[in-house]
């Protein structure tokens, strides 16, 4: 007897898989070690994997077996999963033209490359008719979605990210926490101002003693180096694989802070990555649930556990002996107090958490209005500024600290910017229902021992994949779904307590 | 107008290429980078971009393509031989069934896994059976492609890597080097054991200062590494792309002379490859000629160059400075007769380049045997040791030292052992044609410039890819095909002058 429509689907999938997998270990290569010269044979490259992979995807035999495997009975709660999203990525492959696909790829080249120039000359006149051209076709990608999964034209782009999230939802999380930030950034830095400030430990540091640092805090926390790697790119990253996980990050010799808690950032996508349902490797619902999710884990890690006075506590005279430090600033109060300083600045990608929201927010509110055809891109530098005297009280001094500042629009990126800031409260919510669930976790972050942590996250989250919703997983893991208020009080707890 | 068949044909090859490409970093990332735990998911990846390669290659319109191509008029010499080329490839693909592929892959996996152990335990009768059933579809592979590729058994195996390479060409030039060598080793032992032996420099010589050094010769010699990079690996290689080209290396803290050649072996194929037609790449006329073209040109290197008393002239105050070394040791005439020191041995790949035909012969001998039916897996020890007594009058003292030295038969390759020696006699001739048409070249390399050697190997060899058979690049190179001769006198004039 042959295999069933659904096993047929379940095994080319898994060829996919294998093929995504390869790009991944591309995509490192290309950050870490590719010299030079090699870029336009990695791009050949890289082209014909995805036209194999979009090839094998769009197959019409695949819309034969979905409509088949959907007939059929008897799938169990993770096939019937699998299934959906087996579906879902074949809806959004197949919602284009491959007209239109190829105008995109054009358009979002040239795009990027005007964006580099453009950033670098602050001047965005120069960006502009490139980003109008490519939100032209956006729009266009976003109906065609639209139309081929019955969802709004914004929904349609967010759920390549996030899989159900919808705009409506997010608007009422977001309202809720642009109400909170202003006020409670003015007390945190009224408070701030009234403590002694912090100080920072002085280099230089050598890379290899950081390096020595970072693998020895990632290995405390659960990293295995038999089934991943350290390497170093201008941008951190984690890619690779699930059994091969490729952290990046990059060292200052001036300040090894900042880079030490990329790392710890990274190493909670890695760990997410590791924990996912072995049994259904090289499956849709075997792979990270979302975008929003998989930042919820980075964070928690980052934010929730490695900026904590707990940690701290213990890693404090790690950090002392790795660099034969001497003095106050080593001491665990002073690196708390350095770790969770906040200062606004124009700069997303330099954000403390307090303050990451509203850049946030900001490019949220932009992109929708963009897709909405409500503002234009000759528009947006005075709406940005705007909105950064709203959220912040700051006005970017150029269009470079501006809306030229992030790459995410410019290379076609829409719909992605809201995961940023879900991920966070989701972690907040999460390590708060870790906390209660197991009173053995906070005491083994301070004593250095993430066994607990790690064991309440693979179970509530790491190995569920993508069975559920993000909605499901975390009413599943918490309680309830997402909640702002968890987020809130977290930041009055570190900021204000 | 659709592009016409042949137009077609080179669209489809050069995807192909991309995917060889992305193989290619692959097969890297494995040897230097990947951690142990990816083992398995690695494999299914290689696998399932094996399978896409394999299905594209032999999808039924190739053969269409290329019979409509053949009767195409008006194609150019280049045009005409990637034609020739591309049909060549398309045969050998063609020639097996699937069950035969499948077959094989299994045996090959078991078969090499045995061997580990076998030369592990010195035991070749656990990989006995293996090599029996792995041999048995081997005689069946070289009878297909003998079918489809009208050729002699051995021949079929032998043309994946020689492309119109004969066992009977072979056989003559192996059979004269054969009767010269033993006598010619027994005056170069004697007249070294009356010269003043070598002295070693003494270590331990930092693994960064080794690398500093090999990075600054392989530059000297014309390495650009915006085009390539140097890592290490167990076994070293050179792989990666013609952009992107990926040497490899390992480090003893003891003695650094054995890998430095071993880099700039492998330099010589690095510059190969750099060197093909810039125009045809990702087509079959575009790459290297055959295995023993490239063996040419990494023994070019690292025989005729750089273990001559002229290069070492120029090298040897550079690795002295390297490690800041004192002593006769480091003299040009010391360190020449440390590089050209001949002790037959029982391994092959320590061999020095007056001993190491003999292990090709022998190997070669025995795997036609074996192909032809003559000689069965059981009998090898035996014949192995009688051949190792007559051609260098050593008996293993195991195994392991003999017939389970050499992975080649155990993982699949047959046909392949010829070409070192090949590739060895082309190195001489090739050389000598170049120093006589260029009288700039030999005083370049004594004195460190290598641009007048590259810029006739350039054109009389990297730049021709694979337009002209081995015969015919040898002709045009160097006045004739492949002559033993030249080789003999190289020994002569190195080893006994």
């Known amino acids: 007897m042959p295999p069933s429509p659904y096993h047929q689907l379940e095994d080319r999938v898994r060829r996919f898989s294998a093929l995504d997998d390869v790009a991944a270990i591309l995509e490192w290569d290309l950050a870490t070690m590719m010299p030079p010269g090699a870029a336009d044979g990695r791009s050949d490259q890289v082209a014909a994997l995805k036209a194999v992979r979009h090839g094998m995807l769009t197959a019409p035999e695949m819309g034969d077996l979905i409509a088949a495997a959907t007939a059929e009975t008897g ?27 190829t105008a995109l790829s054009k358009a979002v080249s040239a795009c990027e490359m005007a964006w580099r120039q453009a950033r670098a000359d602050a001047d965005f006149a120069t960006a502009r008719p490139h980003l109008e051209r490519l939100l032209g076709l956006i729009r266009e990608v976003a109906a065609a979605k639209a139309d081929a999964l019955g969802l709004g034209a914004y929904d349609a782009l ?3 990210f996030e899989p159900g999230g919808r705009a409506d939802e997010i608007d009422a999380v977001f ?33 290899d003693r950081q390096r020595a640092l970072a693998v020895r805090l990632m290995e405390v926390i659960g990293f295995d180096f038999d089934y991943g790697r350290l390497d170093v790119s201008h941008h951190p990253f984690c890619g690779g694989t699930v059994d091969d996980v490729r952290i990046t990050t990059r060292y200052d010799e001036d300040d090894f802070t900042s880079g030490l808690m990329g790392v710890l950032h990274e190493t909670g996508h890695a760990l997410y990555e590791r924990g996912l349902p072995r049994e259904w490797r090289g499956c849709p619902v075997g792979e990270a649930l979302s975008t929003s999710i998989h930042e919820s884990q980075s964070l928690l890690l980052e934010m929730q556990v490695c900026r904590s006075r707990g940690f701290l506590g213990f890693a404090a005279p790690v950090m002392q002996e790795a660099f034969d430090g001497d003095g106050p600033a080593w001491d665990a109060d002073n690196l708390y107090r350095h770790y969770t300083r906040v200062t606004p600045g124009y700069i997303r990608v330099d954000a403390d958490e307090v303050t990451y929201p509203a850049h946030v927010i900001l490019r949220y509110r932009l992109e929708k209005a963009m897709i909405a055809g409500d503002l234009m891109p000759a528009d947006l530098p005075g709406a940005w500024n705007e909105g950064m005297e709203d959220l912040l009280g700051l006005t970017p001094p150029s269009d470079a600290e501006g809306c ?83 987020f809130k009080t977290h930041l009055e707890r570190r900021y204000l307590a």
Chains 1, 2 share one sequence.
Do not use: C
Not at 79 to 92: D, M, P, S, V, Y
Not at 180 to 205: K, M, N, S, T
């Open 175 to 207: 309202r809720d926490l642009g109400d909170f930030l202003p006020g409670f950034l003015g007390q945190v830095l009224e408070r701030q101002a009234a403590a002694p400030p912090a100080r920072v430990p002085r280099g230089p540091f050598p890379i």
């Open 75 to 101: 799938l169990d709660r993770w096939q019937t999963a699998n299934l959906r999203e087996i579906k879902r990525k074949w809806a959004h492959a197949t919602a284009l033209d491959e007209a239109l696909v």
């Open 404 to 486: 030229l500042q992030d790459v995410h629009w410019y290379d076609g990126a829409w719909g992605y910017f809201p995961t940023y800031t879900l991920g966070a409260m989701a972690a907040a919510q999460i390590f708060d229902a870790a906390r209660r669930a197991d009173p053995a976790i906070e005491p083994g972050i301070t004593a250095g021992d993430f066994r607990p942590l790690f064991t309440w996250l693979g179970a509530a989250v790491h190995s569920k994949g993508a069975l559920l919703s993000s909605r499901e997983l975390l009413t599943e893991a918490t309680g309830r779904p997402l909640d702002p208020e968890i």
């Open 158 to 160: 967010l759920d390549e």
